[in-house]
């Protein structure tokens, strides 16, 4: 199985960039799919969630309106819409996998399906 996120890079502040997710090595259905970030010094943190089979969402508060997750099942592919992106939105961002439980979606340590390897943001004018 294999996670392979893009769309990273250097933005300014208030930029509206696209990370991709291309998933494959076998069916979702049942998963939910998710992106979580991390920054020097700081751990892991959830940003956003999809279910693939319903395509309910989830946020964290920081993000919620100016981030959208969704979803291209016939591409396998998972995305997450950034909008005015802020400084303290700069780091690491990973996309994963996992047939996590809805109470603990937003604990990344739930998470022990599969994760990619990740892209950098960086948010500075």
């Known amino acids: 199985v294999q996670l392979q996120a893009s769309g990273g890079g250097l933005v300014q502040p208030g930029g509206s960039p696209r990370l991709s997710c291309a998933a494959s090595?076998?069916?979702?259905?049942?998963?939910?799919m998710g992106w979580f970030r991390q920054s020097p010094g700081k751990d892991r943190e959830f940003v956003a969630a999809?279910?693939?089979?319903?395509?309910?969402?989830y946020y964290r508060d920081s993000v919620k309106g100016r981030f959208t997750i969704s979803l291209n099942k016939a591409a396998n592919t998972v995305y997450l819409q950034m909008n005015s992106l802020k400084p303290e939105d700069t780091a690491v961002y990973y996309c994963?996998?996992?047939?996590?439980?809805?109470?603990?979606?937003?604990?990344?340590?739930?998470?022990?399906?599969?994760w990619g390897q990740g892209t950098q943001v960086t948010v500075s004018s």
């Open positions: 090595g076998r069916t979702f259905g049942g998963y939910t």
């Open positions: 999809i279910k693939w089979n319903g395509g309910h969402t």
């Open positions: 994963a996998a996992d047939n996590v439980i809805q109470s603990s979606i937003a604990t990344p340590a739930a998470w022990n399906g599969y």
